[in-house]
């Protein structure tokens, strides 16, 4: 059986080095993408079990990523769980993340197990 992929966007080079770490200690396969339109274009082109998101990217915002992606023509977009990795984690940004298309959000700075346990928990879904 070949290991779960995920997609990781993230335009933080030390977040994106953190996730990395974590995920392929556990045998992950891990995609990087550093803008929301790149992150669009590796969904829509590779076959992806999971989707991590942040939320403040440098060209289109997470919100809008999760949008199109649920939106896109490639149907099974619409099933792949997309977890919000954010810093915003003000009052009603939890909505607006879940509103918006995702399944979780994790707030940073990054728990590991935390996001260990959501990774889990969606690859299980999904599979």
């Not at 933080?12 to 274009?41: C, K, W």
């Not at 009052?91 to 996001?115: H, M, T, V, W």
């Amino acid at each position: 059986m070949t290991p779960p992929t995920v997609l990781y966007i993230e335009d933080h080079p030390d977040n994106m080095t953190l996730v990395r770490r974590i995920l392929q200690s556990e045998n992950y396969t891990l995609i990087e993408a550093r803008t929301g339109l790149q992150g669009i274009f590796f969904a829509e082109n590779e076959e992806i079990d999971l989707i991590l998101l942040d939320i403040n990217l440098p060209d289109i915002d997470g919100y809008e990523v999760a949008r199109r992606l649920r939106a896109s023509k490639k149907t099974r977009l619409a099933e792949i769980p997309i977890i919000a990795v954010t810093a915003n984690a003000m009052r009603g940004d939890d909505q607006k993340i879940l509103d918006s298309g995702c399944n979780f959000y994790i707030a940073k700075p990054i728990n590991i197990q935390e996001l260990l346990d959501k990774v889990e928990v969606s690859i299980q879904k999904e599979t």
